[in-house]
Nanobody
Framework: VQLVESGGDSVQAGGSLRLSCTVS????????MAWFRQAPGKEREGIAT???????TYKDSVKGRFTISKDNNKNTLYLQMNNLKPEDTAMYYC?????????????????WGQGTQVTVS
């Protein structure tokens, strides 16, 4: 199983980025998928999840600014990030699991990508 993130970059506050997570070795429609982020010196936090029925959940810190989506035909997960803030600076990871819940806990992840860096100044 491989999850490969891409799309991270350095942007100015107020800008937008779209992250992608290309998955091989598993069918994303059979799993709950999620985005996590980890800033230096902080714990990894779940920010958005989408389940097999495309039901989405967001943490308050990104609600209204970030949108999680997936393309089952391409077996790819996305995170559209708008109105970026300096506090969004982190390494962003995608993950696959069976259920993440409202807490979007990293302990529920079975598979992880290697991460892509987002820096907002």
């Amino acid at each position: 199983v491989q999850l490969v993130e891409s799309g991270g970059d350095s942007v100015q506050a107020g800008g937008s980025l779209r992250l992608s997570c290309t998955v091989s070795g598993l069918i994303i429609s059979d799993y709950a998928m999620a985005w996590f982020r980890q800033a230096p010196g902080k714990e990894r936090e779940g920010i958005a999840t989408i389940d097999g029925n495309a039901v989405t959940t967001y943490k308050d810190s990104v609600k209204g600014r970030f949108t999680i989506s997936k393309d089952n035909n391409k077996n790819t997960l996305y995170l559209q990030m708008n109105n970026l803030k300096p506090e969004d600076t982190a390494m962003y990871y995608c993950a696959a699991g069976y259920y993440f819940g409202l807490a979007i806990s990293p302990t529920q992840a079975h598979y992880w990508g290697q991460g892509t860096q987002v820096t907002v100044s």
